[in-house]
C-alpha cells in the first residue's frame, strides 16, 4: 500500500502555527497571595489564589466563595459559573483558584476573581468539621483543637499579631545596637531560685535543667558588649491553672551594662513595649481590632505582691502602665543589688504592671560588688554553684542590670485577651501537653 499524503492549504497551515504560538506564548496565570490580590493593585490581570473556603454559596448560575490564605483577615470573593461547582466544594475545603482579577461591583469589596478553573485540592466534610461556617466560636470552645484553631479567624490573627510582634522587638534591639544571643534551653543553673524547675534525664556530669531565664548566661556575654537580648523559650515547672501561667512560654530579656541606674531599665521597657504596639497597630490594625475588648479583670511590708495587689495598683492610678520599684531584700534573688538603706533594706528591682495583666516586665539592678555578692551566695549556700558567677565580677566588672517581658502576656495586654492559653499557639500547662 502506498503512503497517503495529506495536502493541507496554506491558509490552515498559518491558523494552526498561530494557535500554537498563542497557547505556547500564553503568560502563566500570576500566583498570588490573598493580601496581594485584595489590594487591587493587580487589577485586570490573569492570577492563580491557593487558600482554603470560608464560605460558599449557590445560586442557579453563579456560584460565590470566600478564599482565605492566612495572609490577611480579609478573604478573596471568587465568582464563578455553576457550572465549576463541584460536591467537594465546601466549607473548608482547600482550594487552587485560577481567573482574572477585577473591580467588584459590590460595596463590600474592592476586587474580586472571575474564576475560570477551580481545583479542590483538599476535601473537608463541613458536619464533621468542628467550626461552622455560619457560627461565631469564642475562644475557649476553639481552645479545644489546638490541631484545627489556625483555621479560624480569630486564631489566624493572632498568629499574624505574633509573628509582627516578634519582628517589631527584634528591630527595636537591633536599632539600639543591641547584640541577640541565643541563650540555651538546658542549663545548670536555677536563675530564679524558685525551684519551679523541670529536670533532665540524667545524661550530663551535673544536674542539668530546663531553663527557667536567659538572665545568667545574658550576663555573660554583657561582659563583652554594651547591650544583649535574647527571645525564646523558658519554662517553669509550676503546679498552677490559673488564666495568667504557662509550663512554656516565650521570654524577651535584655541585658544593659555601664548603668547604676533603674531609670534607664524602665526607659528600655517603656521604649519596646511603645515602638512594638505602634508596629502593631500600623501592620496590623485589622487584627488588633478584631481582639481588642474591655478587660475586666492593704498590702503589708515585706510580703510580696499578688496579681491582685498588682491590678488593684493599675487600677487605682487610672488603668495605665505603672512601674513599681525597690522591692525587700529577701524578695528578689541573689543577683539584685542591695541598696544598702536600713532598715528598709531595699534591692534596686522594678516591676512594670500593665492593665488587664499584672506584672508584665520585672528587672534589677545587678550586684556588681564583690564581696557583698560573696557574702549573699554564701548564706544561700551557693557560694560554691556559682563560682564563675563570681568571675564576672573579678575580671573586668560593670555595673550592670537587666530585665525580662513574658511575650505572651504582652500580648494579653495589648489584645484584651483573658487567658494566657488563647495567645500562645500549643499550650502547655499543668496536666496538660496535646500534640
Not at 124 to 147: A, G, M, S, W
Not at 181 to 191: E, R
Amino acid at each position: 500500500m502506498l503512503p497517503v499524503k495529506m495536502c493541507i492549504s496554506a491558509s490552515a497551515a498559518s491558523r494552526i502555527i498561530f494557535q500554537c504560538l498563542r497557547f505556547y506564548c500564553q503568560k502563566p496565570p500570576k500566583k498570588l497571595r490573598i493580601c496581594e490580590a485584595v489590594s487591587s493593585s493587580d487589577m485586570g490581570t490573569n492570577v492563580k489564589v491557593q487558600g482554603w473556603v470560608r464560605s460558599v454559596r449557590h445560586q442557579k448560575q453563579n456560584l460565590f466563595l470566600h478564599v482565605n490564605d492566612g495572609s490577611s483577615l480579609q478573604s478573596l470573593q471568587v465568582v464563578a459559573s455553576s457550572q465549576l461547582n463541584h460536591r467537594l466544594l465546601t466549607f473548608g475545603s482547600a482550594v487552587e483558584v485560577s481567573g482574572l482579577l477585577v473591580k467588584s461591583p459590590s460595596r463590600r469589596q474592592e476586587v474580586e476573581l472571575q474564576a475560570n478553573q477551580i481545583h479542590v485540592v483538599g476535601e473537608c466534610n463541613p458536619v464533621d468539621f468542628p467550626f461552622k461556617v455560619k457560627e461565631r466560636h469564642d475562644l475557649e470552645y476553639i481552645r479545644q483543637f489546638p490541631h484545627l484553631r489556625c483555621r479560624t479567624n480569630t486564631f489566624s490573627s493572632l498568629l499574624r499579631i505574633r509573628s509582627e510582634a516578634t519582628t517589631a522587638i527584634q528591630l527595636y534591639f537591633r536599632d539600639k545596637g543591641y547584640v541577640q544571643v541565643h541563650t540555651p534551653v538546658i542549663t545548670s543553673n536555677d536563675c530564679e531560685g524558685a525551684g519551679e524547675l523541670f529536670q533532665v534525664e540524667p545524661f550530663f556530669s551535673v544536674p542539668a535543667y530546663l531553663v527557667v531565664s536567659g538572665q545568667l548566661h545574658l550576663e555573660v556575654i554583657a561582659g563583652a558588649f554594651p547591650g544583649v537580648f535574647s527571645f525564646g523559650p523558658t519554662f517553669r515547672a509550676e503546679n498552677s491553672q490559673s488564666r495568667r501561667h504557662l509550663a512554656e512560654f516565650f521570654m524577651v530579656e535584655a541585658e544593659i551594662s555601664f548603668t547604676q541606674s533603674l531609670e534607664d531599665l524602665m526607659k528600655v521597657m517603656e521604649e519596646m513595649f511603645r515602638s512594638t504596639t505602634e508596629h502593631l497597630l500600623a501592620q496590623c490594625p485589622e487584627d488588633v481590632a478584631l481582639f481588642h475588648k474591655h478587660v475586666t479583670p492593704g498590702h503589708n511590708w515585706g510580703c510580696d505582691l499578688q496579681t491582685e495587689h498588682e491590678k488593684y495598683l493599675v487600677k487605682h492610678c487610672g488603668n495605665i502602665p505603672l512601674f513599681v520599684t525597690d522591692y525587700p531584700y529577701t524578695l528578689k534573688p541573689f543577683y539584685a543589688r542591695d541598696n544598702l538603706d536600713k532598715p528598709l533594706h531595699t534591692v534596686a528591682a522594678v516591676d512594670l504592671l500593665v492593665p488587664g495583666v499584672g506584672e508584665l516586665c520585672g528587672g534589677t539592678l545587678r550586684e556588681e560588688r564583690l564581696d557583698l555578692l560573696k557574702t549573699r551566695l554564701a548564706l544561700a549556700g551557693l557560694d560554691e554553684t556559682y563560682r564563675w558567677y563570681l568571675d564576672l565580677r573579678r575580671f573586668g566588672s560593670v555595673p550592670h542590670g537587666g530585665f525580662g517581658m513574658g511575650f505572651e502576656r504582652y500580648l494579653q495586654c495589648v489584645l484584651g485577651v483573658d487567658n494566657i492559653r488563647d495567645v500562645i499557639p500549643f499550650p502547655r500547662y499543668s496536666h496538660s501537653c496535646l500534640l
